[in-house]
């Protein structure tokens, strides 16, 4: 991001910047400069987010995982 934009907080206000800048640029009012920084802008939060996505998505993974290893671990006799 560029100096004067901050790395957003959460996942959730990145998602509600897009939407602001694709209102932005779907009101035709923004000049060739403001696009091309809007766009810059929104494409940096769009990567942001998508790396959220991913670390949920391996977070959930590995609770799955943990999850099968707990049921398949109660299934198993004890050994003596």
């Not at 004067?4 to 897009?18: G, H, N, V």
């Not at 998505?57 to 995982?65: I, M, P, T, V, Y």
């Amino acid at each position: 991001m560029s100096e004067d934009q901050q790395q957003p907080r959460s996942y959730e206000t990145a998602a509600a910047r897009i939407e602001e800048i694709i209102k932005r640029l779907d009101s035709g009012e923004a000049g060739l400069r403001e696009t091309l920084d809007l766009v810059r802008e929104g494409r940096e939060l769009v990567d942001y987010c998508a790396t959220e996505l991913e670390a949920v998505g391996q977070g959930l993974e590995e609770l799955k995982l943990d999850e099968l290893v707990q049921r398949l671990e109660s299934r198993q006799p004890a050994v003596d």
